[in-house]
């Protein structure tokens, strides 16, 4: 597992468009588990467990589609 630790105030930097800003999230993902030794991802915020982000359900996005 690889932790994104994303800080709260990217949150206003993030698309209003909920496609958008899903669309990061997942780019997210796929940059990161294309390395070798990466399966999955977890998000947090401030170093806590993302619920969700700009919008985003963290959950949706852990590991690639």
């Known amino acids: ?24 999230m997942e780019s997210l993902v796929r940059t990161i588990c294309a390395l070798d030794t990466v399966q999955s991802v977890q998000f947090l915020v401030d170093g806590e467990i993302c619920e969700s982000f700009a919008g985003v359900q963290c959950s949706n996005y852990t590991a690639p589609l």
Not at 12 to 19: E, F, H, K, Q, V
Request: glycine share 0%.
């Open 1 to 24: 597992v690889c932790y994104i630790n994303l800080p709260a105030s990217a949150q206003p930097l993030m698309s209003p468009d909920i496609a958008q800003a899903s669309m990061a």
